[in-house]
């Protein structure tokens, strides 16, 4: 890949310079690579990493130097989970998982079991169903409810997962528990460098769910659509509700997922599968931040996402990024010649100043609730850029 192919993401703004290392742990038979990054000592002479994925011809050269010497200074630091979207691998989006880091935190990105699968939509029998219920994805998208579009055209994958609940949560809390082991492990660059008993998720699209169960989001279900016939094999699978499945029905109860490592949550764009999600966000337990484009094809329904935040206790808060599609965050599809061709026009514009916003509502959220560090918070309360369309909180 040549140089003038490589795309330069915005730079972080913390105080720390970023190390990034490269992990692969072992699940369910399976290597599940993780990327980390974390505060560093500066190395001299030492060029950034570059992230590459040959599969689409991407590469993204952040400010990270792969396996520098961890600064200890400041440890032991809060850890920051980062679940990317339906396809997208750890290093998806690397100048906000860079810019955490930077900011005094260590972040970990994941490849869940679909990560690097950009052909997805059409295996597993997805095709099919766009043919099937290609007037309701049409329909759908006229009115802006991208939400139950993405559920049609990758409908093979979400029935075999069972809305990717037999893989991703688990994945998640592999990564928790991986954290806590190299704390400990006096032989791991990671050696005392993490606060394992507070951890902040945070993910992008699929990942925003999982970042919101993980919060204490139920999966209480309504027994009217899970009568004694339900088969999430039948019909459209935007009709059904995750908390029918087997997955589901099968965990101690609805609240299983919730992890009370986890003090902070921070969903980007984020799907809402629940049919009663005001019902279910009554049960988050930790402070949310909700962040959104407002582009009502391109981007997650964000009426669905007031919804949660509406229904869901203080602290919390919700900010939309205006003029902002679903990809904005994937600063990896940015460096993408396939993407470039893509007629996604808010995808690119003004990427900078879209990304400086995601780097800055995020950044003062986890300080002030991760570490109770409130210098940034007056942010989290009105717009702090043109590009922030509206701020709603309650504190």
């Known amino acids: ?42 190395v001299e002479g ?12 991407a590469a993204v050269k952040g400010s990270a130097v792969l396996d520098a010497p961890p600064d200890r200074s400041g440890a032991p630091y809060p850890l920051i989970v980062y679940s990317p979207g339906l396809t997208g691998p750890a290093d998806v989006s ?8 930077s900011h005094g935190y ?28 290609f007037p309701r994805i049409l329909k759908e998208f006229v009115v802006g409810n991208p939400s139950d579009t993405v559920l049609v055209a990758f409908s ?20 928790f528990d991986q954290a806590a082991v190299w704390n400990e492990d ?30 204490g989001m139920s999966l209480k279900y309504d027994a009217a659509l899970c009568s004694s016939d339900f088969s999430i094999n039948r019909g459209c699978i935007a009709d059904h509700d995750p908390g029918c499945t087997l997955s589901a029905r099968s965990l101690e109860n609805p609240f299983t997922l919730r992890d009370e490592r986890v003090k902070a949550i921070l969903p980007m764009g984020s799907p809402i599968f629940h049919r009663n999600a005001p019902e279910n966000a009554a049960e988050i337990k930790v402070p ?42 994937c600063d990896m599809l940015l460096g ?32 002030l609730y991760l570490r109770g560090d409130d210098g940034k918070a007056a942010i989290l309360k009105e717009p702090n850029q043109p590009f922030v369309k509206q701020v709603w909180h309650e504190t």
């Open 1 to 42: 890949m040549k140089a003038s192919e490589v795309f330069h993401t915005t730079p972080p703004d913390g105080l720390y310079r970023v190390g990034v290392r490269i992990a692969w742990l072992e699940f369910e038979g399976r290597k599940l690579r993780v990327v980390i990054w974390y505060p560093a000592l500066e």
């Open 186 to 215: 006096a032989s791991s660059p990671l050696h005392d460098m993490i606060a394992c008993d507070t951890i902040g998720m945070t993910g992008h699209s699929l990942g925003a769910w999982t970042s919101l169960l993980f919060g």
């Open 156 to 175: 093979g994958h979400f029935r075999g997962t069972e809305f990717g609940l037999s893989y991703r949560p688990p994945e998640a809390r592999l990564v």
């Open 106 to 133: 260590i972040t970990i990105g994941i490849d869940h079991l679909d990560a690097g699968q950009w052909d997805l939509m059409f295996r597993d029998g997805n095709w099919r169903n766009l043919l099937r219920f």
């Open 94 to 101: 690397v100048f906000y998982t860079q810019n955490l880091a």
């Open 46 to 57: 030492a060029e950034p990493y570059v992230f590459k994925h040959d599969e689409i011809k």
């Open 288 to 329: 949310l931040l909700f962040l959104s484009g407002d582009d009502r094809r391109w981007e997650a329904t964000v009426y669905r996402q007031k919804e949660v935040y509406d229904s869901a206790p203080s602290p919390k808060y919700m900010v939309i990024i205006k003029d902002t599609d679903h990809f904005v965050i």
């Open 336 to 367: 993408s010649p396939y993407t470039r061709r893509a007629p996604l026009p808010r995808f690119r514009a003004h990427f900078r100043e879209k990304a400086q916003a995601y780097k800055d509502y995020s950044a003062a959220f986890f300080d």
